[in-house]
């Protein structure tokens, strides 16, 4: 059974360019949740997605940044006009049911923005 | 929002010593998690704790689960060189109108273990 993927494993993008970040939860895992995580800090929450729905998306920058969970394949979190402060290791984490208390990451993807 | 002040922030020890680590928050978590977390990889569940009070053990990992819910404290014993890593406390309201798993990170401890 396949754990959480993420792809790409890096990804660098110069100032004002798209960010596609994309992860494939775990087989029959239908809850997916965004962090960032800033050099030297902890994982901080961006957005939590059912498939086809943003549940809670308090944790997201309003502007510039879009998460999806489309009824088939990989959500999406998606960030436009990248800025350096954007530099960070973004992970997801999958689980099977609303109220899972055990989520299961990622390898995160680390952005760059030059 | 909620904050978990993770201590220390760094740990540097020698082979076999044993660890100890602590979370402390000023809001109430109904659920305390301990991750490990490798350079370059995601953050791995180590223990989760669901009670206050609770004392839950995992090989050489033992962690509790504060009785006031406001802090968790993590210790690994006879510590091997694989221990190396950052290690994060994180909370989880889980009740009320939060009834998933939106979880608040500790800072991390940076634990270096010298063979």
């Known amino acids: 059974n396949a754990g959480v993927m993420q792809n790409p494993r890096h990804l660098v993008r110069r100032r004002g360019q798209e960010a596609r970040l994309r992860c494939s939860p775990m087989?029959?895992?239908?809850?997916v949740y965004w962090y960032r995580q800033l050099p030297e800090e902890g994982l901080k929450f961006m957005v939590y997605?059912?498939?086809?729905?943003?549940?809670?998306e308090s944790g997201m920058p309003k502007e510039r940044f879009s998460a999806e969970f489309p009824k088939e394949g990989p959500s999406i979190l998606r960030i436009q006009q990248v800025v350096r402060g954007d530099s960070a290791a973004y992970f997801c984490a999958s689980s099977p049911r609303r109220d899972s208390q055990t989520q299961y990451f990622g390898p995160g993807t680390r952005l760059l923005v030059l | 929002g909620q904050q978990l002040n993770q201590s220390p922030q760094s740990m540097f020890i020698q082979e076999g010593e044993d660890v100890s680590m602590n979370c402390t928050s000023s809001?109430?978590?109904?659920?305390w998690l301990w991750y490990k977390q490798d350079p370059g990889e995601g953050p791995v569940l180590l223990i989760a704790l669901y009670k206050a009070g609770e004392l839950t053990s995992n090989g050489r990992l033992t962690a509790q689960f504060g009785i006031t819910r406001k802090d968790s404290f993590l210790n690994i014993s006879a510590s091997i060189p694989s221990d190396v890593g950052i290690y994060f406390c994180a909370g989880l309201i889980g009740a009320g109108g939060t009834s998933y798993g939106k979880l608040t990170f500790g800072q991390g401890t940076i634990l270096t273990v010298h063979p």
């Open positions: 087989k029959g895992h239908s809850h």
């Open positions: 809001s109430i978590f109904n659920t």
């Open positions: 997605l059912q498939k086809e729905n943003i549940i809670d």
